[in-house]
């Protein structure tokens, strides 16, 4: 089934860069497209990723992480997998008009969810955001 103008972000967690990214497209475009994020082994919305975007005045602690297989048999108009392990496994049942990927590093340090950290997590939001502003670009020219 067609879902007429979606963009879906996927990442492994669905917990700091697609929800970034969700935030970002969110918040920028001014359209009548469904912004959505999932994961791989989706968990829950990082803490120090919502920091980092609230650095931004954007708000995503109550955004929720799903799991890709939510997303599956529909035909989005983008995915973007923002993560070289989601575009790797991402699941074959996964359609859009426009596949992207963003190669962005992963911002998370094995469970030591800090302040230490937030600059890793600021630096993956700004590449983010620049993936983000060239895509809009794409999108509404």
């Not at 103008?5 to 935030?23: K, P």
């Not at 989706?42 to 939510?70: C, F, G, L, Y």
Request: aromatic share 8%; hydrophobic share 35%; net charge negative.
């Amino acid at each position: 089934m067609e879902v007429k103008n979606t963009i879906l972000f996927v990442c492994t967690g669905n917990s700091c860069r697609s929800q970034m990214a969700e935030g970002f497209m969110k918040e920028l475009l001014n359209t009548d497209h469904m912004i959505l994020s999932a994961g791989l082994k989706p968990s829950t919305v990082n803490p120090v990723a919502i920091k980092a975007m609230k650095e931004k005045n954007i708000d995503i602690s109550r955004q929720t992480s799903n799991h890709v297989d939510e997303f599956l048999n529909y035909k989005h108009d983008y995915v973007i997998t923002v993560c070289d392990n989601a575009k790797k496994l991402c699941p074959a049942g996964l359609d859009a008009n426009n596949f992207l990927h963003w190669s962005i590093p992963d911002p998370y340090v094995d469970g030591k969810d800090n302040d230490l950290h937030l600059p890793r997590y600021r630096k993956a939001r700004d590449l983010i955001e620049s993936h983000i502003e060239t895509l809009l670009f794409e999108i509404l020219n």
